[in-house]
């Protein structure tokens, strides 16, 4: 497997099948670990086709995410595209809360941008789903 992030928050690998296996670690992992799960069923159901998948379910004692792949992370994106695709994701009824380019991915099969990392999100149809913690703005 292939690291492509390590952070305080979170380990993210991708296996030679493509497949993204996201360790939650650190402040409330958990709670961040079933808010991306929540949120990433909700747009599924709301057919949404430029976020992962989820492929298998979690567990407390693991904490570990299995998505599809969207692609590679971007290097340069302008502000106004990066926007209109947080916007786009506001039209399925979530709210990012972590708008940031490093959250923006590229997939080549279908050459579509996409939006990863949904662990601070927001369901904006739902009034008692807020995002189960508060954002740090420090990375």
Known sequence: MEEVKDTRRAVVRIAYDGRVFKTFKGHQAQERCD??????????GRGCSFVPKILEGTNAETRILVTSNCGRRVDHLSEKKMLSLFKDLEG?????????????????????????????????DDPTHQSPIAWPHSK
């Open 35 to 44: 808010n991306e799960i929540r949120v990433l069923k909700f747009l599924e």
């Open 92 to 124: 399925f009824g979530v709210r990012h809360e972590d708008v940031a380019q490093r959250n923006v991915t590229y997939r080549h099969a279908d050459g579509r941008f996409c939006i990863i990392d949904f662990e601070f999100a927001t369901i904006l």
